[in-house]
Structure formats: structure tokens, C-alpha cells
T-cell receptor, first 111, second 116 residues
Framework: KNQVEQSPQSLIILEGKNCTLQCNYTVSPFSNLRWYKQDTGRGPVSLTIMTFSENTKSNGRYTATLDADTKQSSLHITASQLSDSASYICVVSEMTYKYIFGTGTRLKVLA | GAVVSQHPSRVICKSGTSVKIECRSLDFQATTMFWYRQFPKQSLMLMATSNEGSKATYEQGVEKDKFLINHASLTLSTLTVTSAHPEDSSFYIC????????????FGPGTRLTVL
């Protein structure tokens, strides 16, 4: 069964600190993996997209990694800001382009 | 570029009434549009996939007669929740895939539906 699991479920950090979110997937055949940021009451906004051959992708303070062998990905946030408080969703695409959503990690950044 | 809008952003209605939600791709043509619903603290659940000019494909467990989807043009899809009940209260999000990049979905801002 195609599944995407994320950990931790929720996370609280202080402003300025770094954090890493994890994503494990069993989706096959694999097409690509995306990380989205979703603010409360808003639609998801794309942060990064990685294909099978890519190991790292950065977008400002966000850096995603992908290990296609172990089927794991991580999203690292550097020097967190209050505006980083949101849900972060890992989404894996099958070759049919169907999106398989993770359950998300809710991040709270405190001043 | 690649902006998707939804209207309304919030709607409150009485039980038994029907509500229409619009999803528009503002700067690209969307051959495929998707409708999702999201309950509090849960991830997005795909309801249906619609291709322009053809009937929508619904996911298992989604009532097609209750959630009417129309994709009449390459920039507009509508979701009508018929005879809405309080359990239909949710956050509805659409996404659109451009013809030139069918494996990419751009998400709308969502519509909060509250049924009293």
C-alpha cells in the first residue's frame, strides 16, 4: 500500500533555532517528492520538489534531502522565524502523477 | 505565475441548502483539476479528479450525487455540495494541473464551509 509517514507529528522550537522534519514513504513506482508549507486556513504552498536522481534541494532557509534507496526525505529549516509556524506536508507522486499526502508535521515557533 | 483562486473563501449555510465553490486557474490552462477536503489537524483527502469537458472521477467513498463537479472550461471548475449537512463542514481545497506540466498541481487557498 502506498503510504507517506511523517515525524514528528508536532514540534515546538524557539525562534532562531534549526529543526529537521522527517518523511518516510512506500510509494512505488516513485516519480517525485515535494514538501509543502500550509498555513492555518490556507492552501499548501510548494517549497521543494525532488526527482529520483536528486539528493538535495534548497529554497532559502529550507533544505530538503532525499534518499531514494531508503525511501526517506527530510526538510531542514535553518534559523527559524515566527512565520515558519505552519504544517509541513510531504507529498510523493506515483508515476501516474497521483499525489500521496503525508499527515504533516505541525511546527510552532515561539519568540 | 501559476495562481489558483477559490471563491468564496468562507461560506456559512443552513442545513439542506446547496453551496457552490469555484476554482479558477488565473494564468494558465488547467487540463485537470482536483478537489480535496481537509478536516482539522488532518492532511488533504482527494475527493475527485476532473478533466475539462468530461465527467469527474470520484474517489472511493465520495458520493458523486452529493458533490457535483463541473469542469466546463480550461480555467474553471466548480464543486457543488448539495443538501449540505453539518458533517459536510470542512475545508475544501482545489488544485489545478497545467497542460504543459501534468504532474504538477498548484493549490488554491481553500474554502471554509460551515453548515449550521
Amino acid at each position: 500500500k502506498n503510504q507517506v509517514e511523517q515525524s514528528p507529528q508536532s514540534l515546538i522550537i524557539l525562534e532562531g533555532k534549526n529543526c529537521t522534519l522527517q518523511c518516510n514513504y512506500t510509494v512505488s513506482p516513485f516519480s517525485n517528492l515535494r514538501w509543502y508549507k500550509q498555513d492555518t486556513g490556507r492552501g499548501p504552498v510548494s517549497l521543494t520538489i525532488m526527482t529520483f536522481s536528486e539528493n538535495t534541494k534548497s529554497n532559502g532557509r529550507y533544505t530538503a534531502t532525499l534518499d531514494a534507496d531508503t525511501k526517506q526525505s527530510s526538510l531542514h529549516i535553518t534559523a527559524s522565524q515566527l512565520s515558519d509556524s505552519a504544517s509541513y506536508i510531504c507529498v510523493v507522486s506515483e508515476m501516474t502523477y497521483k499525489y500521496i499526502f503525508g499527515t504533516g508535521t505541525r511546527l510552532k515557533v515561539l519568540a | 505565475g501559476a495562481v489558483v483562486s477559490q471563491h468564496p473563501s468562507r461560506v456559512i449555510c443552513k442545513s439542506g441548502t446547496s453551496v457552490k465553490i469555484e476554482c479558477r486557474s488565473l494564468d494558465f490552462q488547467a487540463t485537470t483539476m482536483f478537489w480535496y477536503r481537509q478536516f482539522p489537524k488532518q492532511s488533504l483527502m482527494l475527493m475527485a479528479t476532473s478533466n475539462e469537458g468530461s465527467k469527474a472521477t470520484y474517489e472511493q467513498g465520495v458520493e458523486k450525487d452529493k458533490f457535483l463537479i463541473n469542469h466546463a472550461s480550461l480555467t474553471l471548475s466548480t464543486l457543488t455540495v448539495t443538501s449540505a449537512h453539518p458533517e459536510d463542514s470542512s475545508f475544501y481545497i482545489c488544485s489545478a494541473s497545467p497542460a504543459i506540466s501534468t504532474d504538477t498541481q498548484y493549490f488554491g487557498p481553500g474554502t471554509r464551509l460551515t453548515v449550521l
